[in-house]
Each structure stands twice: as C-alpha cells, then as structure tokens.
C-alpha cells in the first residue's frame, strides 16, 4: 500500500462559493500541510458546490485553480460530489439528498466535476469522484426512477470511458452507500449492479468506471462487517474506487454502569444538532436486527438505555472513546486489513466534516492542527 493517495475531504470548511473555497484551502488545507506534510506535497479531496463547479468551468477559471493547487503543494486527487449545494447552511438534513441520481441536475453536475478534476489532476494521476447513494430510501424510488438513475449513470461512465481513450486519464464515479438511503447496505449496490445497472450493456466501462465510495463510519452504523463487504464487493466484480476513513459514535450501554447511564445518556444527547442527519441504529440484544431511527433525537425519545447504539456522526478518527460513550474507531484497522485482501482501492480521504457542530468538549481550538492529527493517526495506523 505504498502507492496510496492519502488526504483529507475539505467538506468541513463552510464556504459553496468559488472564492470562499480559495480562501479555505488557503487557510485551513495550507495549515494542515504545514503540520502534516511541510516538506511534500498533500492530497485534499475537494468539495466544490454545484454553483462553483460550473462558475469554473464557466469562466475558464479551471486552469488557473490547478496551476495555484500546484503551486501551493495540493495535490487533488479525489471530489467530493455528494453534496450538491451549501453544506453548512443552518439546516441541510435530507436537503443533501437533492437532487437525485434520476434528474438530469444530479448528472450535469457529476460532469461538470468531471471536466474539472481532469484539469486539476497532475499528469499520470486517476481520479475518484464519490456520489450519493441515488436517493434517500422513503419514499421508495419507482423502477422507472431507477432506470432514469441507472441510464445517468451509464452515460457518466460513457463519458469516462471516451475521457480515458482520448487522454489516457482514468476517473471513477463512486456511489457512496449510507444509512437510510437507497443504497445502505453492500448488498443493495450489488443488487443495483445486477438489476439496473449492467443489463443496460456496456459492461466493460460500467464495472470500470462506476465504482463504491466505501464509508467505513456508514458500514459501521450498519453493523456491516467491513471484512464482509469488502469482501462481497470483490466477489461481485464491483471495484472499491475510494475509502473514505470516517467514524462513528458507538454507546454499548451493557458497558456503561447502571451509576453512570444518566451520564451518559446526556453526553449521547450532546449529539443532536439541528445541521445533519445523524441515523441511528439500536440492536438491543445479541443476535436481534437493529433497528433503524433517521435521526438521533427519534431513537432517543423511543428507546431506552439498553443494548448497543450506533450513531451516523463523523467524530475525530483519533479518538476511540472520550467520556462515557465509545467510537467505531476499530472498524477503520478492520477495512485496512480488507482492503490490502479485497481490493487494490488507492484513495483513502480522511472525511470528519461534522467539526463545527461537535460537542464543546470534542472541539479544537485549531481546526487544521485537529485534522492533521487525525491524517497523523491514519498514517500511522494504515502502515501496521
């Protein structure tokens, strides 16, 4: 694994204008560089918005962006096209669902990212750009709705394919499962796979081109064995295009002492805010099938202090506890391990976006010295 780009998403800084990115990446990206690689260059995963991705590419501004990345030492390897418009704005919940995999906007932008990314890579690099999971799961999405999505995707990798032919440059599209959507589970972007998507043809660019985000925090909040769906992933013949090294609040109450539950349950509380979804997974006993919730403050209003708790919440992948609750810091050594069996995934981008809403006691004073740390943390762990 001595190949691999290693960076962290800039979906964290607040900003969906193109110069409110310039002036993050300089600030923040600049100041963990300087922590975390002074002496070389870094990878950054880049979120760009929908309104500055096309205000890029149409001003053809896109050059001059690659030409500063360069120059700055930033290397941007990977896009960030789940999030469509502002991320940061007071309440964004099922908002980041929009538009879907079956409007044509969803599939505009992606190829917008596409242009872009092709400029802004150095010469000789792939690309990766992960995406949303199609839909948010309620309402189910029609099967005409999942054709439209599916003929999307088709010509997205059509498009890749020629991109490839033409230039020699390899980008992937990555559907990124996550609880409570569409695609949640391994076995649901198989299904996909083998009921929408390939029997459309063009096979050989699909499995090429459209790959998994696979977000080690969203397969933990599953209760999704990392080993097991990596290695389900491979068996299928769908390539992992990128990791995205992520964790998750975890409260195993069997663990907590009767004296300390109330402690707890108020720490847990601490981590519903009015920003994200933050779905929740309750199993209560060994061998029962958890129960989903959208949100935190749902599964905190109907359950009790009981069984194992897993909440969709990026925490700092360095911690694996802090007070009373516990983390799923765990299961990122358990996808490197699968990873290096399953896949010859390259792209690893350290994704803790939910910084500005952390509990007090989680925050650092220094944001760029807290995401270094955590780039730290995965160096040192991903080369045991």
């Known amino acids: 694994m001595n190949d691999i780009q290693i960076g962290y998403c800039t979906n964290v800084h607040a900003g969906a204008d193109l110069a409110q990115t310039r002036e993050n990446l300089a600030r923040y990206a600049l100041s963990v560089k300087k ?14 918005s929908a309104p500055t991705a096309r205000k890029l590419q149409g001003e053809g501004r896109t050059e001059e962006f690659a030409a500063w990345l360069h120059d700055s030492g930033l290397v941007p390897f990977t896009l960030n096209g789940f999030p469509y418009g502002d991320f940061h704005q007071p309440v964004v919940k099922h908002r980041v669902y929009e538009p879907t995999w079956f409007e044509a906007a969803r599939a505009d932008y992606t190829q917008d990212l596409i242009a872009i990314l092709h400029t802004l890579l150095p010469a ?37 394919a020629r991109l490839e032919q033409d230039t020699g440059r390899l980008i992937y ?7 409570g959507c ?30 998994v985000c696979h ?7 599953m209760f999704e064995g990392q080993h097991e769906v990596l290695e389900s992933f491979h068996r299928a013949g769908i390539l992992v295009g990128k990791v995205q090294i992520s964790s998750a609040v975890k ?16 720490q847990l509380s601490d981590f519903a805010e009015d920003r994200y979804l933050h779905q929740t997974m309750v199993r ?21 202090p009981s069984g194992e708790w897993r909440t969709h919440f990026h925490v700092p992948v360095y911690l694996a506890e802090f007070g009373h609750l516990q983390t799923t810091q765990d299961q990122i050594v358990e996808c490197l391990r699968a990873a290096r069996q399953f896949s ?41």
């Open 182 to 211: 569409f695609l949640q589970r391994g076995d649901d972007i198989i299904r996909f796979f083998a009921e929408y998507l390939l029997p459309g043809g063009e096979e050989d660019a699909l499995r090429r081109h459209v790959r």
């Open 344 to 384: 010859q995934v390259t792209h690893y981008e350290v994704e803790t976006y939910a910084w500005g809403v952390l509990p007090d006691a989680l925050r650092e004073d220094d944001l760029a010295a807290g995401i270094a740390h955590e780039l730290q943390w995965f160096e040192g762990i991903r080369r045991l």
């Open 215 to 221: 977000d080690v925090c969203h397969a933990a909040v």
């Open 251 to 266: 409260v195993d109450w069997n663990a907590v002492g009767q004296e300390q539950r109330e402690a707890a349950w108020r």
């Open 284 to 304: 209560r006993g060994a061998g029962e099938p958890p129960c989903f919730y959208q949100d935190l403050p749902a599964a905190l209003a109907a359950e009790t």
């Open 35 to 48: 922590h975390f690689s002074p002496e070389s260059p870094m990878g950054v995963g880049l979120w760009l």
């Open 173 to 179: 599209l990555c559907l990124e499962p996550e609880p």
């Open 124 to 160: 000789g690099a792939e690309g990766s750009i992960s995406t949303m999971p199609i839909v948010w799961g309620e309402p189910r999405p029609t099967g005409e709705q999942l054709t439209q999505a599916a003929d999307h995707l088709r010509g997205v990798a059509r498009r890749l």
